[in-house]
């Protein structure tokens, strides 16, 4: 089930992408579903135009799509709507923030600073002319 801000980042990649799909005066037909399941698989979300002679609105036609093919409804404007499954094995679309963690490098370290101690020992070097190399 997606939540508000799912949606939102859907809509927005939906917002830049053309239909991929449409519904003519057949209406929804069984090869019309086997088609748009293999385009769900191949991209997860998908963009549909529905044609004036099809008879029906944008709406009901993807809310009965997604009932059928167990897809989530993420807008209709117009006679466009635009549907998502998500495709466990191969993903194409991460959400913000569920990204797939990246391991730690262990080299860098994770904080730049200092202590109180190494300072004083900057400092005093610095003041006398030590470098990390010798005497300067």
């Known amino acids: 089930m997606l939540n508000g801000k799912k949606r939102a980042y ?3 990649l939906a917002n830049t992408t053309k239909p991929t799909s449409q519904v003519g005066k057949e209406g929804i037909t069984q090869d019309f579903l086997d088609q748009l399941e293999d385009q769900l698989r191949a991209r997860e979300l998908v963009k ?8 029906i609105e944008a709406k009901e036609a993807a809310n009965a ?3 059928e093919i167990r897809a989530e409804f993420v807008q209709a404007i117009g006679s466009k709507f635009t549907i998502y499954k998500k495709n466990n094995e191969n993903p194409k679309i991460f959400f913000p923030g569920h ?5 730690k490098d262990k080299r860098e370290s994770s904080s730049k600073r200092i202590t109180k101690k190494q300072a004083t020992i900057r400092s005093i070097k610095k003041k006398i002319g030590i470098t990390s190399l010798g005497w300067s």
């Not at 990204?99 to 391991?103: D, L």
């Open 65 to 67: 799509i997604c009932a």
């Open 99 to 103: 990204e797939q963690a990246k391991p």
């Open 10 to 12: 859907l809509r927005s």
């Open 48 to 55: 549909v135009t529905i044609l004036d002679n099809a008879g």
